[in-house]
């Protein structure tokens, strides 16, 4: 088992690599904002929570969250890992994430941290809203979220390194340059 956490500010490039990923390990793929999303858009009882919290560019509320994560983690039984895209983001997710792997008999293999600096993070995201359509790409809640992720998710750092699990990725260059640095640490744990 090939237990991913790709991790980084928004706009850092999780989610570009993350498909190269999958390619390269045959991993399935659990972005928790790629679920809220189509919540949002099937309009569900949860979608219609998320959108308070995700225009505003706050974090949905942990319980939420976690609970949530372990069905679409119980749909994912037979894989050969899991790269996990935008969760953990506060402590008490990364700590409810040992608990729901250890009971599977499984751990975090390793977490990967995309760095950028931030005024390319703001660039990159200003980009992305001209074709994404994403409701949270404006200047204004890229703003929250940079701030929620200084916050909330970066603590996530110390807590990884206490695990042993984290290793610091350069997030600037090529999208090809990065999957390399990216593929040459993950050989070295799998
Ligand atoms: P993302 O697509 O990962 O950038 O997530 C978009 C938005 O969804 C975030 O700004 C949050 O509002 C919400 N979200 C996604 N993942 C989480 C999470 N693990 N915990 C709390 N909120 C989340």
Redo the contacts with the bound molecule.
Sequence with gaps: MLNIVIFGA?GSGKGTQSELIIKEYQLDHI????V?RAEMKNETELGKV?KE??EK????P?EL?VNMLAKVLDSKENSKGVIF??????IP?AKALKVMLNERGQDVTIMLDLQVDEAELINRLLERGKISGRS?DNLETIKS?LEVYHNQTAPLVDFYIAEGKHVAIQGMGSVEEIFGRIKNAVDAVK
């Design positions: 928004p972005s928790t904002g790629d809220l998320a919290y995700i560019g706050q974090l949905v942990d969250i895209d935008g969760f953990p983001r506060t997710q949270d979220r």
